[in-house]
C-alpha cells in the first residue's frame, strides 16, 4: 500500500524496510572490510573476499532501485486509471493514502487526512451503505467490494469502487487496505443503458416493458392500488399514410409534451404502441382528479398542433379504470374496453369502465360511464 510520499502497501513496505537494513548491514561490513584491507600488507583472498561482498552490495542495489521503480511505475499506472491504493490503520483509523487516491477526491497529495473528514464526502445513502459493509467486514475477517457516491468541490459528484481486505494478526484486525477506482463513466454508461431498455426512444417516456412492470405494482390483492388511463390518438394512421411518418412522429412528440404537462401527478406515463398511451395513478389520486385529467387529455388533443409549420387537427379517445384488486391483465382489459367504447363512440371523449363483478356469475354489468 502506498503511502502519502509514494511508498508501497504494508507487506512491501515491510519488505523494503528489511532489504534497507540488509543493505546498510552489507555496506558498513564493506566499508569495515574495505578499511582493513587497506591498512594492511596486500592480500589477494581478503581481495576476493571484498570483491564478492561489493558484487553482494551492488546487486542488492539493484534490487531495490528495481522496486522503487516498479513502484513509481504502478503509481503512475494506477494515476492514469483513475484508481489509488489505501490503506487504514485499525484501531487508530490512521489514513495513508497513494496520489491516486488523493485526485480521485480532489484534495492536495501528501495533505494532513482525518478519516471522520474524509466521510463528509460520500452521499448520506453511500456512506451508511459502507459503515455498514465496513463494520460487517472488519468483524468477520473479510474483504468486501462497494460502489460509492462522494462529492469534491473540484469534480463534483462521482462513483468510486471501494475494494477492501481485512489483515488480522493473532485473530484481531490491525489494518484495512484496498483499491479505489473512478467508475463514473461506467455507472453512467450503465444507466444510459438501463434508461434505453425501460423508456421509448422517440418520446422519451416509459416503453411497454417498464409499463407493465409498473402496472404489476397497482394490481392484485397486495397491490397498492390507483387506476389505468389508457389513451388512443383518433385518425393518427390517415396522418402517417398522407402527411407521411416524419410528420407524424413530430405529431407524437408533440402530443407528448400535451400529454406530460396534464398528467403531472401521473406515477407513470408509458407509450406502449404507435399512438397508443398509458398513464397510472396511485391510490392517492382521487376519482374526480382522474376525470378531470382525462377530460384534458381529450381536450388538449383536440387542439391544433403546429408540426413543421402544418396544422394538424386531431382528437384521443380515452378510456379508464379503477383497479379493484384485478390483475393486470384484467385492469387492462377494462381499461382497453372503455377506450374503445370512446372510440365507437366517435372518438374525442373519455369514458370510465365502472363495471362490478357479480360474485355469482363473475361478469361484469353496468359497463361504462361518460362525462361530458
Known sequence: MENSTGGLEP???????DQADEQQSALYLLLARLRSTLTRPVNNQAILQLHHLI?????LVRQAEAALASAEIFDRASTAARMGKWQCELPSEQLTWSNGTYDLFGLQRNCGLVRRDILKSYSEESLAHLQKVRSGAIEAGAGFNLDAEIHSPEFGNRWIRISATVERRTGEPVR???IKQDVTEEKKAFEHMRHLAEH??????ANRTQFQVRLTDICGPGGSGGALMLIDLDGFKEIN???GHALGDECLVEFT???SAVCQSADLIARIGGDEFAVLFGPSTDKQTIQRIAQRVADIAKALMNCSGR???ASASVGFA???GDMPTVLFTRADSALYAAKAAGGGIFLEDISVTNPTTDHRRDRFRAVF
Open 11 to 17: 507487506s512491501a513496505h515491510r519488505f523494503d524496510s
Open 55 to 59: 558484487e553482494h552490495q551492488a546487486a
Open 176 to 178: 484495512l487496505f484496498g
Open 200 to 205: 421509448d426512444v422517440m418520446t422519451g417516456l
Open 241 to 243: 399514410d398522407t402527411l
Open 257 to 259: 409534451r400535451c400529454l
Open 311 to 313: 396544422i394538424l387537427n
Open 322 to 324: 379503477l383497479t379493484e
